[in-house]
């Protein structure tokens, strides 16, 4: 008996060849795992308090539960979040795109745990401030893994006192 080989049938051998390496792969499963406990250890920060005449730039996470997970001070060189359950310095080490107020709207910090890129879109504009859309938060830990963490947020000023 001869079988006869059709398009659909090789390409149906294919696929399933190919799901089934997927499927085997040891890596993916712990890359989903490394990615979760990023998001997980990226912990929320306390409120921060701005002086009369300063401004700050402050991100929450987009998904649910919404946390607030970074700040930086307009005009200095260093920004914080929350990472392993530890408040961490972070430094600027590059900025680019957009002014957007004090801020740009790309930016590169370093900390001893990696590295941590911020872009994002200029919202609506607000009384003292404008809103954040469509960010991303990419967290690079020392071993080379890079987590997206959806953001939005609020660039504000604290008026000065009369």
Same mark, same amino acid.
């Given at each position: =008996?001869?079988?006869r080989t059709t398009p659909t049938?090789?390409?149906?051998?294919?696929?399933?060849?190919? =799901?089934?390496?997927?499927?085997?792969?040891? #890596?993916?499963? +712990?890359?989903?795992?490394?990615?979760? !406990?990023?998001?997980?250890?990226?912990?929320?920060?306390?409120?921060?308090?701005?002086?009369?005449? #300063?401004?700050? =730039? %402050?991100? @929450?996470? *987009?998904?649910?539960?919404?946390?607030f997970v970074f700040f930086a !001070?307009?005009?200095? &060189? +260093?920004?914080?979040?929350?990472? &392993?359950?530890?408040?961490?310095?972070? *430094?600027?080490? +590059?900025?680019?795109?957009?002014? %957007?107020?004090? %801020?740009?709207?790309?930016? +590169?910090?370093? #900390?001893?745990?990696?590295?941590?890129?911020?872009?994002?879109?200029?919202? !609506?504009?607000? &009384? $003292?401030?404008?809103?954040?859309?469509?960010?991303?938060? #990419?967290?690079?830990?020392? &071993?080379? @893994?890079?987590?997206?963490?959806?953001?939005? $947020? =609020?660039?504000?000023? *604290?008026? !000065?006192?009369?």
């Amino acid at each position: =008996l001869g079988m006869r080989t059709t398009p659909t049938a090789i390409c149906l051998t294919v696929a399933l060849a190919l =799901l089934g390496a997927c499927a085997s792969s040891p #890596s993916s499963a +712990s890359e989903l795992a490394s990615a979760t !406990e990023v998001i997980k250890s990226t912990g929320e920060l306390p409120s921060q308090t701005l002086a009369p005449g #300063s401004c700050g =730039l %402050f991100l @929450w996470t *987009q998904a649910t539960p919404v946390r607030f997970v970074f700040f930086a !001070e307009a005009g200095a &060189d +260093s920004a914080i979040m929350n990472l &392993d359950g530890t408040e961490t310095t972070l *430094q600027l080490t +590059s900025s680019g795109g957009s002014l %957007f107020g004090q %801020f740009m709207t790309q930016m +590169s910090y370093r #900390s001893a745990k990696g590295n941590v890129g911020i872009s994002y879109r200029p919202g !609506e504009r607000l &009384d $003292g401030g404008q809103r954040i859309e469509n960010g991303r938060l #990419s967290l690079v830990s020392k &071993d080379g @893994w890079e987590t997206m963490v959806p953001v939005l $947020g =609020l660039s504000a000023c *604290q008026p !000065e006192e009369r």
